[in-house]
Each structure stands twice: as structure tokens, then as C-alpha cells.
């Protein structure tokens, strides 16, 4: 049996793997700590949990409008214009079983089969995958010589008649890096110039530590309304990553196209959590701010604890639950006269050996680090990373 050429070239996520062995070894016994999961360990806020029953209750347990019930259309369009002055009109949204699920819409929507997105490393696993799903070409480019922002003049150089997209994630997905303002101006600039369209993948835009607040392309750029597909969902924020749950606004002819593919696909998301997801949007501020409070607490003891180690190095993420620590100086080591060659090797020996799940840079684009959730226990974290130095100070 021959297979399409679309699936045969596509990467099953490492993420999930790495996380499903992990939970399998935990199901059988095994002491696990998972430093792996993409979702916060706290429990969907009790106000969330009772809508949903509410509104199971209230019969709301029958198909949907494909695009969303309107209530929740009408929300997120509130919350927009609420929170960040951005007026949307209700044909420029459409809700979708996933920020994940907005994605691969709007890149089916957007990209032909010769076409090409620029996606900067590190990134998250699943943009080059999804823009190959479409046919088109992932342009990859590296992050600055700093190592942190965006690469804006590697991605003009990138630029061929082909390009049709630039994807950007802030705070992003491995490394918690915040976009400036500055660079944000810059690629509105480059996709102005160029007639590019933008995806900004804003899912972590409410998990930002120290003070700082998220702005979006479109609130720097007004122009960008017209060619940028904002994405987000409750699954970071308010920890409903279960419950599958994301939303799209953007250019009414690419929302009207997203649409038109959830026809012929999945429909509706499933219509009780649509009415819990408004109420979660309309959730005081505490809700999330404690969450992110204690991620904050958390994200300063699991750098601390790193850059203790002899040879790792680990900046301080502004944002989302994940430090994406440089393991360089570990590679070319041996491991009970087994040279490790990759930071996929690596996580596979801590895995085994120590039974720490953590992801390896490789699934990223980013030879050389590690990326390990804090989205647990300060104590979990304390006794991962204390592992994690009793295998490396066990290498020769």
C-alpha cells in the first residue's frame, strides 16, 4: 500500500512521543518526572469547569455553527477591542477545535503547492509540518547572532517570488523569548513591502513575566489588520488544553476560507465548550494572574538551578512555562563508553536513566538545548534538575 507523498514526508511530533513514553514508563510504576508537557499542571478554573456542566444542562449538546456559536464570536471580538483596541468585525473571526487546529486552517487556506512561509528557529514543532501538510515550502531561517529576536534581515534575504507567509510566536515556543516592539515594527515592515501575510501565533500571549505586557503586531501596526491572521485559544492561559479550544481573527477572505475548509472537515468545536470558553475570556484577571505568578516563581528557581551546572547556560524566558537550556558543552561526552552525539541522544539517555522527560532542541531546529517545562511542582522541578546534574556529572 502506497501512502500519499503529503504523509510519507511528514514528522510525527517528538513532543507527544517523548511525552506519551513518559507517561506510559509512569503507568507501570516507573518514578517519572516529566519536565516535557506542553500544559500548565494547574486545573481548569472551577467558574470554567461549572459553564461547561451548565451549559450540557441547558442542552447545548447539538451541532454548532461551523464558525462558532455567535456568543463566543461575540466575545472574542469584545475581549480584542477590550483589552488591546483592536475592533474586529464577527466575519473576521472563526473558532476552531484548537489553536493547533487554526493553524493548519489558515495554511491551507493561505499557501499554494509552490508557495513558501518563513519560519525562524527555534520554533515550534508543528509550523514546518503543517506548512508541508499544505504543499508548500518551510523557508527556515537561524535567530540572530544574539541568539534572541527576530532575524528580520535574514528573513529578507529569504524572501523569493514564491513567499507568501511569515510566521512569528511571541512569547515563543521553545525558548519564552518576547518579541520587542522594534522587531515586531520590522517585519510590518517586511511583509508591507513585500505583500506578505503574517501569522502570529499569540497562544501564550497572557503568560509574560516581570512586568511586561504583550502588544500585537496589529496594535503597533494598524495597516497589519489587513494582512495578519492572529491566533490564540484558552488552552495556555486558562489551563484548557483538553478541552480543545482556539480562534482565528484576521482578513475577512482568509477567515472565509478557514471557514469554508472547517465545513468540509471537522465543523463545529464541540459546542458545550464553546459556551465554557466564554466564560473563561470573561474571567477576572486573578484567574490567570495566578497562575502566571506562580510560573514566575517557578521559572526563577528552574534557572537558578541550571546555570549552576558546570558547562549549562539558560537564559531567563520573559514568557510561556518552558527554559530552553543550552547543552552544548555536553555533547562529544560519554556515557557508559557511549558518545553522545545530539541533545536527541541525550534526552533519550535521561529518559532512561533517569527518568526525566524533557524535549530535545533538534525537534525545534535547535541543535545543542534542551527544553524543560516548569510547568510542575517547584519540588518536581528541584528533583528533575537534580538528576539531570548527577547524569552529567557522571559523564566522561
Not at 506519551?20 to 516529566?34: C, H, T
Not at 540572530?144 to 532575524?151: F, K, R, T
Not at 514566575?296 to 528557581?301: A, H, P, V
Not at 547543552?327 to 539517555?349: D, P, W, Y
Request: glycine share 6%.
Amino acid at each position: 500500500m502506497k501512502l500519499a507523498s503529503r504523509v510519507q514526508q511528514l514528522q510525527p511530533s517528538p513532543t507527544l512521543a517523548i511525552t506519551a513514553k513518559a507517561k506510559a514508563l509512569k503507568a507501570a510504576g516507573e518514578d517519572v518526572l516529566s519536565l516535557a508537557a506542553g500544559e500548565p499542571d494547574f486545573a481548569t478554573p472551577e467558574h470554567i469547569r461549572k459553564a461547561a456542566v451548565a451549559a450540557m444542562e441547558a442542552g447545548h449538546t447539538g451541532y454548532a455553527p461551523s464558525a462558532g456559536v455567535p456568543a463566543l464570536r461575540d466575545t472574542i471580538r469584545q475581549t480584542y477591542e477590550t483589552e488591546m483596541g483592536l475592533s474586529y468585525a464577527d466575519d473576521q473571526v472563526v473558532v476552531s477545535c484548537g489553536a493547533k487546529h487554526c493553524l493548519y486552517n489558515a495554511f491551507q487556506a493561505i499557501l499554494d503547492a509552490d508557495s513558501q512561509a518563513i519560519i525562524q528557529a527555534p520554533y515550534w514543532v508543528s509550523y514546518p509540518e503543517q506548512v508541508r501538510l499544505s504543499g508548500a515550502q518551510p523557508l527556515i531561517v537561524e535567530p540572530p547572532e544574539a541568539g534572541m529576536g527576530l532575524n528580520v534581515d535574514a528573513m529578507r534575504a529569504a524572501i523569493t517570488p514564491k513567499t507568501k507567509v511569515i510566521i512569528i510566536n511571541s512569547p515563543c515556543n521553545p525558548t519564552g523569548h518576547v518579541d520587542s516592539s522594534e522587531d515586531l515594527k520590522a517585519i510590518a515592515k517586511l511583509a508591507i513591502d513585500n505583500d506578505l501575510i503574517v501569522v502570529s501565533d499569540d497562544i501564550y500571549d497572557k503568560l509574560i513575566f516581570d512586568g511586561r505586557e504583550f502588544v500585537s503586531i496589529v496594535q503597533l501596526v494598524p495597516q497589519m489588520k489587513d494582512r495578519t491572521v492572529v491566533i490564540n485559544g484558552v488552552s495556555k492561559s486558562y489551563a484548557m488544553t483538553g478541552w480543545r479550544l482556539g480562534y482565528a481573527l484576521g482578513p475577512p477572505e482568509i477567515i472565509a476560507a478557514m471557514r469554508k475548509i472547517q465545513d468540509q472537515s471537522t465543523s463545529n468545536a464541540v459546542t458545550f465548550v464553546q459556551h465554557a470558553a466564554i466564560e473563561a475570556l470573561k474571567s477576572p484577571p486573578e484567574v490567570v494572574e495566578k497562575m502566571v505568578a506562580a510560573f514566575e516563581q517557578r521559572r526563577n528557581r528552574i534557572v537558578e538551578l541550571l546555570t549552576n551546572i558546570p558547562g549549562l547556560e539558560c537564559r531567563k524566558p520573559a514568557g510561556t512555562f518552558y527554559a530552553f537550556a543550552k547543552f552544548a558543552a555536553v555533547i562529544g561526552r560519554q556515557h557508559n563508553g557511549r558518545k553522545i552525539e545530539s541533545t536527541l541522544q541525550l534526552a533519550e539517555i535521561l529518559l532512561e536513566t533517569e527518568r526525566v522527560a524533557v524535549i530535545p532542541g533538534e525537534a525545534f531546529g535547535a541543535q545543542g538545548y534542551l527544553r524543560l517545562s516548569f510547568a510542575t511542582s517547584e519540588e518536581a522541578i528541584e528533583e528533575a534538575v537534580s538528576r539531570i546534574k548527577r547524569l552529567i556529572e557522571s559523564l566522561t
